[in-house]
């Protein structure tokens, strides 16, 4: 099995960007660039909770699938300002990201919160997009591989072989996030094929070449085609590139053409 047997994802994770009417503007811009991706490239936009509606709605009979941005792992109760699986599959919602760094970063999330929405978002039938990524200062000390081989471990544990096959792994180094600081195609081939040898430890390499891995950090319209290539990188996850419909598309295109 290969990477042309793999599904390949553009998501785009629109972060604490857009109202409702600048989403809907947005999607509709979106829509018919993107519309040729159908059967070759899975389009995913990933948006802030109060923009599901509009977006599920907008997206309606197209090929752009929604996603939101986090998951509560618990099935309800007192948290204040969460929001549930269940809930987010009642609004038609199919991905999820969970574990961004910057959830890491700024509040508070760690690779056991990040595998208990994992699995709360699976058990409710959601595609999680896991995020993993070393900061800069852990490539400096030249620990990249054990920061990444512990989130995998970690963030997938006691996920089982047929659930790992529907998680998408993006991996985003925390130095290339909104800094226009790439890594280059062969940093992030490196670390992508290193994400799936982790895999294959843990399960087995079948279930290994089946799983979707993405790049993520400054991924844009001048230098996808070159990520993308890569034979262990199957798609990105974008943040400011995913913003403007051209940009955003242009990655598209790069993934149905490579
Ligand atoms: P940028 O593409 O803006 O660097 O963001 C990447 C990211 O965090 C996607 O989740």
Same mark, same amino acid.
């Given at each position: 099995m290969n990477k042309a047997v793999r599904k390949a994802i553009i998501a785009g994770n629109w972060k604490m960007n857009k109202t409702r009417p600048e989403a809907k503007e947005l999607i509709e811009a979106i829509k018919p660039l993107v519309a040729n991706a159908e059967g070759k490239v899975e389009v995913i936009t990933c948006v802030p909770f109060t923009n599901l509606e509009t977006a599920v709605a907008a997206t309606a009979g197209s090929n752009i699938k929604v996603g939101a941005e986090n998951v509560h !792992?618990?099935?309800?109760?007192? !948290?204040?300002?969460e929001i549930s699986a269940d809930m987010l599959v009642e609004v038609g919602v199919e991905y999820v990201v969970i574990g961004h760094s910057e959830r890491r970063q700024y509040f508070g999330e760690t690779d056991e919160t990040v595998n208990k929405r994992t699995a709360a978002a699976l058990a409710a039938g959601l595609k999680p997009i896991v995020c993993v990524g070393e900061l800069k200062w852990e490539r400096e000390c030249n620990i990249t591989e054990e920061v990444i081989a512990r989130q995998i471990k970690l963030d997938l544990w006691e996920v089982s072989k047929e659930d790992v096959k529907k998680v998408v792994i993006a991996y985003e180094p925390v130095w290339a996030i909104g800094t226009g600081l790439t890594a280059t195609p062969d940093q992030a081939q490196e670390v992508c094929a290193f994400i799936r040898a982790q895999l294959a430890k843990l399960y087995d390499e079948e279930t290994a070449q089946a799983v979707t891995i993405q790049y993520g950090g400054s991924m844009n319209a001048g230098n996808a085609a070159e990520l993308l290539?890569?034979?262990?990188?199957?798609g990105g996850l974008i943040g400011?590139?995913?913003?403007?419909a051209p940009d955003f598309n242009t990655i598209v295109q790069a993934a149905v053409e490579g």
């Amino acid at each position: 099995m290969n990477k042309a047997v793999r599904k390949a994802i553009i998501a785009g994770n629109w972060k604490m960007n857009k109202t409702r009417p600048e989403a809907k503007e947005l999607i509709e811009a979106i829509k018919p660039l993107v519309a040729n991706a159908e059967g070759k490239v899975e389009v995913i936009t990933c948006v802030p909770f109060t923009n599901l509606e509009t977006a599920v709605a907008a997206t309606a009979g197209s090929n752009i699938k929604v996603g939101a941005e986090n998951v509560h !792992f618990a099935k309800s109760g007192a !948290f204040t300002g969460e929001i549930s699986a269940d809930m987010l599959v009642e609004v038609g919602v199919e991905y999820v990201v969970i574990g961004h760094s910057e959830r890491r970063q700024y509040f508070g999330e760690t690779d056991e919160t990040v595998n208990k929405r994992t699995a709360a978002a699976l058990a409710a039938g959601l595609k999680p997009i896991v995020c993993v990524g070393e900061l800069k200062w852990e490539r400096e000390c030249n620990i990249t591989e054990e920061v990444i081989a512990r989130q995998i471990k970690l963030d997938l544990w006691e996920v089982s072989k047929e659930d790992v096959k529907k998680v998408v792994i993006a991996y985003e180094p925390v130095w290339a996030i909104g800094t226009g600081l790439t890594a280059t195609p062969d940093q992030a081939q490196e670390v992508c094929a290193f994400i799936r040898a982790q895999l294959a430890k843990l399960y087995d390499e079948e279930t290994a070449q089946a799983v979707t891995i993405q790049y993520g950090g400054s991924m844009n319209a001048g230098n996808a085609a070159e990520l993308l290539a890569k034979p262990d990188i199957d798609g990105g996850l974008i943040g400011g590139a995913s913003l403007k419909a051209p940009d955003f598309n242009t990655i598209v295109q790069a993934a149905v053409e490579g």
